[in-house]
Structures are given as structure tokens and as C-alpha cells.
């Protein structure tokens, strides 16, 4: 004990104890900050830091001044630059057998984040999270580097690691901000494109699985996980015009046909190699754009680590997937969208996420990002976990990535992915799996007020952009303002419309008189919502076949019968959507696999399917009244809706005044009709403007050579009449002349 005493005797009082230094060497001191870097004594200055692979360690000060650090072990080292007032700025020159190098110590710079971080983080207010979290690129008391952030309120430590400091957790321990669970530190020297994660030890002392960046700006190609430094905040945009165009337009009243793609299976390169975000605006822009639709929507492409999901498992929520490029390439994409007049739409997804051990799952060694309670956190159908939308901070980081999206990369408009699954803590779940309200009922609160605050956030932030719910169930309002009451989408997916007018479409036409309301019935809700139609990817895959397969007869008539379905839903009131391939009629299931099948565009049939989806869309811009009044009941009125015998509707469609209607007339059976009486809204010349059995679609060619004459003879409670022909399985627009 002696011995000992005389030791500590010995020692400097302004260097550190052993038990200090052996915490840094192990990485488990909690604060590393108050014992490396640059600190005030009272002799001086006292300098020390970590070099693990350095003989001799030496700080060489902006003055000239250099002071030699002593070797405490372990590549710990410390010394007094005696005499000085304040902590000066230097430089740390080391050296061994191998040669010497410089290097800046991270610990001798100040911190970047402030408390309005710490108190906006937890208030779950902060907006611009995505500016403070994450890695930055920066410069830092004339020192350039990367800034790195990371919210783990419950780690006992927390260290940046990746290829600038050979994944050694020992280098960059970070500070932690205890107001708020925000640890931090400034790399000096970290460049563009490098690698890193998070190393983190939880409370109790266990060392975690490398974790990616919540708030990572980009990402390896898979099967890598790390985050890589990006930037997103030095794009060339060319879009201003086209940005002060959207912000002053109603969406609801403008022209929306989406096609729905998947990025990775729309075509492939040589060799089956995913296109890049760059050979994607050479070939899908012109083609949308070609064929008339108004968006593209994009499914899921936030980084995810499985090709099969989709992506709606997202793990990097902050980027664009390396599958197709880098964040410039994704920009220019969206750029290149935009100056062809092409608005686009991310598919997001809030309700849930993976739980790979490099994600959000258990982040810092307990429930962070997702519920405690499996009951409300855990997803059973998908194995995935569901986020603690209660819990200011992760509904807050959910916010900031939406606007995040909106504006790095000039989003037009986010489709929320499973709100149903949000809204109702029973979803898919049996009694006893799910934990109630105190007073018993099913709904999620903490999702509803989530939803809320995003789509006010959304609307009031950028105005033009839109929102829009996937939502299967009769939840009341949910593009309903808030204000009274809804959630305050732009839009709802019409799933009902989807399933109903499916099925009535796989019915062979001699049985379909029985099931006549099942495209009716829709019209009794169309205007509770502002609705889209979708035809989306989840009907064409997991054994449901595609869209043509669905359609009943032999060959001639499936494509009949796809053709008149689609004239169907183009007269409906709503606006369109569509999945890729099912413009063609894409005859197999959509794999994500392989791309589509584009041989069959050599085929008439097909060719002609697609020139029909070019024409309806081209008539759905240019006939005010098939887009401007989508969601006002005034829009839209039965002429024939009770003809269950011969499956035959017809239907009006009205803008506002000067604008001419458009009359619908569908024939679901082969069984053409000659001298049909159709009620019209005016006497006069009608043009047929649109006929899915003409030979240019593919089609029988029957048909009414061009227009129809209307007489003031009052038929189904219209002021007019006309003797039309119905040609097999079709759907006839007219138009009135001038």
C-alpha cells in the first residue's frame, strides 16, 4: 500500500487517474469529452488524447509551441503546455517504427448541436431534424470534416466508426447531450462517400450490433449495410417554374393518372442489371409522359435490405436506395420528371419496420423507435415493429423525414402506405393480442394525432404537394380536413371500387345481370372522399395473376373485357392509377425478379391496349369534365343504372358551366346491341370520341361511324334521346359538338 501511495504521490495533479485511463482505453468512460482534448488547470493547459497505433505522441500548437505527451499505455497519452490561459488550437503529430503522420483530434473542437436541438428533439417539434442528425459534411472552426448525430437516449456510449478510423470504437466516442439523448461529435478530415455506423453499448454494459443511421443520407448496396456520407443539400435544380406552378394549383380539381412503378422490375439493363437513376429518366420519364399520365408513383425507395419487400421495409427512411444510383442521381431524376411536366409520388411508409439487427429495432439496447409493448409494437402479419407514434421524438423524426423528402428532393406528393394499420390497434390481430384503450376501443390515438400533424405539416410547409392514404376500411374523414374532424389527407385510395368492380369483372358476362350493383354500389360512397382508383400492384402478384388474367371468356374476350373496364374506370369519378405493365396487359404475374414482359408490344392485342390507356388519358386532361369536379357529387348522374338484363350502363359526366358532358356507355356482354335508346343531356350531334372495340385497340370495330344523332325525344330522365349501337364488351364516350 505504501508502494502505492508513493506513486500517486508522484504524479502530476493535473494528469488523470489510471482507472480513467484504462475507461477510455475500454471505451466506457461516460464521458470521454472531460478527459480528452484540450483543458484548462491550473499549471495550464493540460492536452491529451487517444492514438492507438502511435510510439510518441506530440501537440503541435498554432504558435509553434510543441508539447511532448507522455505514454500512460495503451496508446493514451497526456502533457502541460504550462503557462497558458485558455485551450489553444493544435495539431497531433504521431509516430512509431512505421514513419509519422498529423492528424486533428476531434476532441479539441467544440460541439455543432445547441439546446433548441435538444429541445425541439424531445418537444418532437424539429422540423429540420434531418439538418442536425445524420453526417454532415462541414467545415468547423476552419477545420473541414463531417458532423455525425445519433438520438440514443438510453446507451451508456456511443461511437462513430467506418473506414476513416478502421471501425475502432475507441476513436470517436461521441458526446452525449443529456437534456435529450443526442450524442455528437465532428470527424476532421472524413470525406464524401465513406462507410461508417454506429457502435453502441447499452445501459447495462452490452456491446450492440453495429447500428446504420437513422438519419443516414445514403447507403451501401446490399447485401452491405453501412450509411455512407452524402450530401443532399447541393443539388442543381432547374424546376423553379414548374415549383410555382404546383403551389398554386388544386389537386382535386386537376388531371391525376398515375402509373404505379417499381423501379427495379419496369426493365432492366444488360445482363439484368438494375438501371440507374439516370438510364430511368431517359426511359421511364419520356414513356409516362408518352402516354399521358400525369404521375408516376414511385413504390418504396428508401434504402431496404430486401429485394423481395419492395421496399415497404425500409431501413435508411433519410435514402434514396443504392440499388439504382446515388443521391445526385435520384435528384436528377426527380429534376428530369419535372421539366417534362411529370409530378411524382413516393410510396411512404410510417406504420412499420424491419427488425434487421442494423436498424431502428432495439436501437440502443431496449425499445426506442417502436412500442414496448408487442401488443402495439410488434406487427404479427409481417414480422416487423411498429413505431411508439405516442412518443414525441419518433413521431417527430417521422415528420422531418416526410418534409425531408419534400424538400431535398422536390417530392409532389407522399401515398402513405397501410393506414389502416395505423388507425385500429386490433388490426389483424385476435382477442387477447391487442391492448385496448382504457375505455375499450380499438382506435389508435397516438397514430391518428401522427396523422394529423404530418398532413398539416405537409400542406402548410409546401403547398401543391398532396398526400395520399392507402386506407382500407370505412374510417370516417380521412381526407377530410382536420379542422373538422378528418385526417386530413388530399386523397384515399378507393379499395372498395378495386375489389368490386373486379370481381364483377371475372364473372362470365351470362351470369354478370346478378351481380349489376357491384359496379354501382360504388357511386352510393364516390363523393365521401376524395378518391383515387388503383389498380395497383397488390392485385397483380402473390397468386392474384394480372389484370387480364382476371378477365373472363377466351383470349379475344379477356382483352375486350379489359379494354371496356378500363373505359369503365376512366368515366368514373376519381382520379386514376394504375400498375406498370397493365397498360400493355401484361400477361403474367408481376415478379419483382425480372422486368416486364415487353415483347408482348409486338403483338396487336397489346399494342392496342396500350394506345387505348394513351387515348383515355389524353381525354382525361382535355375534358374538363372527366377530371375538374372528381370528388363534387354534381359531377356525375346515372342515365341507365338498372339495365341488369343486357349489363349495360350508361352515365353522365359534367364540369362546370361551358363545359360540354361527357356521356359513358359500357356493354358488359359480347352480345353486340343495335338501336340501344340512351337518354342524352342535350339534342343534337354527340361525336363518339372514344370506342374500346375500335380496330386501333384491338377491337371488332362495331360502332356508330363516328357520332350519334340526340332528338328532343326525353328517354331515362334525360331531355333527349339517341339510338345507339353497342359494339361486344365495350365502352363508348360522346361528346356533344359545339
Excluded at 28 to 48: C, E, S, T
Excluded at 461 to 475: D, F
Excluded at 608 to 627: E, K
Excluded at 644 to 661: C, I, L, N, Y
Aim: aromatic letters at 12%; hydrophobic letters at 40%.
Amino acid at each position: 500500500m505504501g508502494h502505492d501511495a508513493n506513486i500517486i504521490a508522484t504524479r502530476p495533479c493535473w494528469q488523470i487517474s489510471d482507472a480513467d485511463v484504462e475507461a477510455i482505453l475500454r471505451a466506457r468512460h461516460n464521458d470521454p469529452f472531460a478527459i480528452l482534448g484540450a483543458h484548462k488547470v491550473a499549471q495550464g493547459v493540460v492536452i491529451r488524447a487517444f492514438a492507438p497505433h502511435a510510439e510518441k505522441l506530440a501537440a503541435l500548437i498554432d504558435d509553434g509551441e510543441a508539447v511532448a505527451l507522455e505514454a500512460r499505455g495503451g496508446g493514451f497519452f497526456e502533457g502541460l503546455a504550462q503557462g497558458r490561459t485558455a485551450p489553444p488550437r493544435y495539431r497531433l503529430e504521431a509516430s512509431n517504427a512505421g514513419g509519422s503522420w498529423s492528424f486533428i483530434d476531434p476532441y479539441a473542437l467544440p460541439p455543432v448541436l445547441g439546446e433548441m436541438d435538444d429541445y425541439l428533439l424531445v418537444e418532437g417539434t424539429h422540423r429540420l431534424l434531418y439538418q442536425r442528425l445524420g453526417a454532415h459534411l462541414m467545415r468547423l472552426e476552419g477545420v473541414d470534416g463531417v458532423h455525425f448525430a445519433v438520438w440514443a437516449p438510453h446507451a451508456a456510449r456511443v461511437s462513430v466508426v467506418g473506414d476513416f478510423n478502421g471501425w475502432d470504437g475507441r476513436l470517436h466516442q461521441m458526446r452525449k447531450r443529456v437534456d435529450s439523448g443526442l450524442w455528437e461529435i465532428f470527424a476532421p478530415d472524413v470525406i464524401e462517400g465513406t462507410a461508417y455506423k454506429y457502435e453502441i453499448i447499452s445501459r447495462d454494459g452490452r456491446l450492440l450490433p453495429l447500428k446504420a443511421d437513422p438519419v443516414g443520407f445514403a447507403g451501401e448496396l446490399r447485401p452491405s449495410t453501412a450509411s455512407l456520407v452524402a450530401r443532399t443539400d447541393k443539388f442543381t435544380w432547374s424546376d423553379a417554374d414548374y415549383l410555382d406552378h404546383r403551389r398554386n394549383g388544386e389537386a382535386w380539381r386537376q388531371p391525376m393518372t398515375i402509373l404505379e412503378a417499381h423501379l427495379g422490375s419496369w426493365r432492366r439493363g444488360e445482363g439484368g442489371r438494375f438501371l440507374t437513376y439516370d438510364e430511368l429518366a431517359e426511359q421511364l420519364i419520356p414513356y409516362a409522359v408518352d402516354l399521358g399520365f400525369t404521375h408516376l408513383e414511385l413504390m418504396p425507395i428508401s434504402e431496404h435490405p430486401l429485394d423481395a419487400s419492395w421496399g415497404y421495409q425500409p431501413i435508411g427512411l433519410f435514402a434514396p436506395t443504392r440499388r439504382f444510383g446515388d443521391p445526385a442521381g435520384f435528384a436528377r431524376f426527380v429534376d428530369k420528371a419535372h421539366a417534362a411536366g411529370l409530378a411524382i409520388i413516393l410510396d411512404w411508409v410510417p406504420a412499420h419496420f424491419p427488425t434487421d439487427v442494423h436498424g431502428l429495432a432495439l436501437f440502443d439496447g431496449q425499445p426506442l423507435y417502436e412500442h414496448a409493448d408487442p401488443r402495439r409494437g410488434f406487427h404479427p402479419d409481417w414480422n416487423t415493429a411498429i413505431y411508439d407514434f405516442g412518443r414525441r421524438e419518433v413521431a417527430g423524426f417521422l415528420a422531418a423525414n416526410a418534409l425531408f423528402w419534400l424538400d431535398r428532393y422536390h417530392i409532389d406528393g407522399l401515398r402513405v402506405d397501410a393506414v389502416a394499420s395505423m388507425l385500429y390497434l386490433d388490426y389483424s390481430r385476435n382477442p387477447g393480442e391487442w391492448l385496448p384503450n382504457p375505455d375499450g376501443s380499438n382506435d389508435n390515438r397516438d397514430a391518428v394525432g401522427f396523422l394529423k400533424r404530418f398532413n398539416e405539416l405537409v400542406y402548410e410547409t409546401y403547398p401543391g404537394v398532396v398526400t395520399l392514404a392507402e386506407e382500407s376500411t370505412a374510417w370516417a374523414g380521412v381526407s377530410a380536413p382536420t379542422s373538422s374532424g378528418g385526417l386530413g389527407f388530399g386523397f384515399k385510395w378507393n379499395m372498395g371500387f378495386m375489389h368490386d368492380t373486379l370481381e364483377y369483372m371475372e364473372i362470365d358476362p351470362i351470369h354478370r345481370r346478378w351481380h349489376h350493383d357491384k359496379m354501382t354500389f360504388g357511386l352510393i360512397y364516390a363523393f365521401s372522399e376524395n378518391f383515387v382508383l388503383p389498380l395497383s400492384h397488390d392485385e397483380v402478384t402473390h397468386g392474384k395473376g394480372s389484370l387480364l388474367s382476371k378477365m373472363s371468356g377466351d383470349d379475344w374476350q379477356m382483352f375486350a373485357n379489359l379494354r371496356a373496364y378500363y373505359g369503365y374506370m376512366w368515366g368514373h369519378p376519381g382520379k386514376k392509377l394504375l400498375f406498370m405493365g397493365q397498360e400493355f396487359a401484361q400477361r403474367r404475374e408481376w415478379s419483382e425478379e425480372g422486368e416486364l414482359d415487353w415483347r408482348l408490344l409486338d403483338a396487336p392485342a397489346h399494342k392496342g391496349v396500350q394506345t387505348l390507356i394513351r387515348d383515355l388519358n389524353r381525354l382525361h386532361r382535355s375534358l374538363r369534365a372527366l377530371h375538374l369536379r372528381d370528388s363534387e357529387p354534381g359531377c356525375f348522374a346515372w342515365i341507365i343504372g338498372d339495365d341488369r338484363d343486357q349489363s349495360v350502363f350508361a352515365f353522365a359526366r359534367f364540369g362546370e358551366a361551358g363545359d360540354p358532358p361527357v356521356v359513358v356507355i359500357n356493354n358488359f356482354t359480347p352480345e353486340p346491341r343495335h338501336n340501344y335508346t340512351v337518354g342524352l343531356p342535350r339534342a343534337g350531334i354527340w361525336r363518339e370520341f372514344l370506342n374500346t372495340d375500335a380496330t386501333v385497340y384491338g377491337g371488332s370495330g362495331v360502332g356508330n361511324f363516328g357520332s350519334i344523332t340526340a332528338r328532343d325525344v326525353p328517354a331515362h330522365g334525360q331531355p333527349a334521346s339517341a339510338q345507339v349501337t353497342l359494339p361486344p364488351l365495350a365502352t363508348l364516350y360522346f361528346v356533344p359538338e359545339a
